[in-house]
Structures are given as structure tokens and as C-alpha cells.
């Protein structure tokens, strides 16, 4: 199997996840905040509680997705990344949020992906229990071969760098 057949995810018999939700691509625009633009692409899927979430990801120069998630009922809300959906989905959420990664991959080979753990209320914004667990599953689940990892534990980020992707 050639590099670029290669899954993004190392998806095996021991995978601790279950199969993601179904979901949808539901619409893309373009968007501007100050001298910033950006293509938002917004997936939409239902859980088993019937409780709607919604995935943003924002696509940014040199191919650069910073991948964001909530519920669609928080959607309006300024704090809606930092409270916690308490539907006990969490497994399936980011099994979904990771096959939709992979569908951008496909459709753009030279993908990255950036995303930051949003600090819960009364938490720190660096090294957040969030970053935490996210960097542990990208770390067990995502190919090192396909991305190099740079992470910013004092902002709770991680970049993805796609390895394909020369830009510099």
C-alpha cells in the first residue's frame, strides 16, 4: 500500500473506539475576520441520544484545518468548546470527528490539521485534561508516518503536519 492509500487513522482489531456516527457534510462558506479569511466547513451528525453535534473545520492557508466540535445546541454560545455535552458520547463524538478527518484528507491529499483542548470552566488554558486526552489519541491513532506532531502544551495545541504537504 503506497503512502497516500494510507488511512490516516492506524485503525486495528484493537481499536478502542466505536464505529463513528453517521454524518453529513452539511455546508461550506467562506468567512472573514479581520484581515483572516477562511473556508468553514460545517459536518453535522446525530448521536444516540438524538442530540444533534456539529463539526467545524476551518480550512486556512497551506491546507490547514483547525478542526472544532459541539453541540448544535450550543452552537450561539461563546464558551460552547469549553462545557461539556454530559451525553456520555464522547468515544463515538471523536471516532466521528477522526473519520471526517480522514474524509478531508481524501479530498485534499495535503491536509494538516490543527486543534486546541478548550479548558474547562475553572481550568487553566495550558496543558488542559482535554489537550490531554486528544494528544493521547492522536498519538495511539494517527500515523507518525503521515504527520509529525508539534504540540504547544502551553496553549493546549497540536498541529498536525501532514508530511506530504512541502509548503513551508
Known sequence: MGKKEQSLLLLDVNFMF????EYKKFNFQKRTIGQLSYIEHI????????????????QYDYSVYAIKFCTHERKNYTDRFNVLSRYNECNRVLT??????????????????????????????SNTKR?????NIVEQLVSPILFEQRKSVNKSACLMLN??????
Open 43 to 58: 459536518y453535522k451528525f446525530r448521536g444516540t441520544s438524538n442530540k444533534r453535534y456539529i463539526v467545524f473545520a476551518e
Open 18 to 21: 466505536d464505529t463513528p456516527f
Open 131 to 135: 489537550f490531554r486526552l486528544y494528544t
Open 96 to 125: 466521528t470527528v477522526g473519520f471526517i478527518m480522514q474524509d478531508i484528507v481524501k479530498g485534499n491529499p495535503f491536509a494538516s490539521f490543527i486543534f486546541i483542548g478548550s479548558h474547562l470552566p475553572g481550568e487553566e488554558e
Open 163 to 168: 508530511r506530504d504537504n512541502q509548503e513551508t
